[in-house]
């Protein structure tokens, strides 16, 4: 997990899309425990508050749930949730401000799809 303390998205987002990211690629899988609130702090160098906002976050998204006198876990069907808000409002906000600064700057459908092509076949899997 990495942080960029100068981006202008809030630490405990980051947090929060640091984990769903590790849920997306599989080394937190459902039913696993999550991290905890301090070990996040440690880790990262921030306040455990921060920590614990981040998780929350994800508490109340239903990605992770909490487990009275248990560590968190990460919840049953969290990675179809994940994947159905990444490639609904997330993927296609991103699309969305692509195509207009591609109009904004002219260029082509041809021109944006042949950009994406060669970007999506060089990025590692």
Known sequence: MRLEFDSIKPVYIQIAEAIEDDIISGKL???DGAYSQLIIAMELN????????GINVLVAKGILERQRG??????GGALDRLLAERR???FKGLVTELVAEAKKINLSETEVIEEIAKYYNEWPN
């Open 29 to 31: 899988k459902e039913g």
């Open 46 to 53: 921030v306040n455990p508050a921060t920590a614990a906002k």
């Open 70 to 75: 248990a560590s968190m876990k990460v919840a």
């Open 88 to 90: 609904g409002k997330r």
